[in-house]
């Protein structure tokens, strides 16, 4: 039996870009890692800022005395906030493809949960 082969590292989209806006990634295996739960945990502020945005916006449209400047603003960080919802949505797809293609390459009886019965089982 050769050395046991760690799987592929997987390439998880990051939610910022780098200085020039181009797309960031985060090479692992380790969904627990530092930079992973870093990840995460901008994911659900920038979640929760969009949640927030959308309620003003909504509050903003509601009101018929709004400005111009107001539906500029509101329109201005939606944008922004669509943008980021976007880009988790793009990671976590990213994410799932990869689960679903590896569970794909495991070969039958590779399932640690599933149940497994030695082949004297079978007659």
């Known amino acids: 039996m050769g050395p046991e082969r760690k ?5 998880r989209l990051l939610p910022w870009t780098s200085e020039l806006g181009k797309p ?20 659900d502020a920038q979640l929760c800022t969009a949640k927030t945005e959308l ?8 009101n018929p005395l709004s400005s ?13 906030v669509l943008g980021d919802a976007l880009r988790i ?3 976590r797809w990213l994410r799932l493809e990869d689960a679903r293609m590896s569970d794909d390459a495991e070969e039958p009886g590779d ?3 599933g ?3 030695p082949a004297e089982a079978f007659g």
Not at 7 to 11: G, L, S, T
């Open 7 to 11: 799987p592929a590292a997987k390439m």
């Open 24 to 43: 960031c990634y985060l090479r692992t295996n380790d969904d627990d890692g530092v930079l992973a739960m870093l990840a995460n945990g901008i994911e």
């Open 55 to 62: 309620r003003s916006a909504e509050a903003v449209l509601a």
């Open 68 to 80: 111009y400047g107001d539906m500029k603003y509101a329109v201005l960080r939606l944008t922004e």
């Open 89 to 91: 949505a793009d990671s």
């Open 111 to 113: 399932d640690p949960e």
């Open 115 to 117: 149940p497994t019965l």
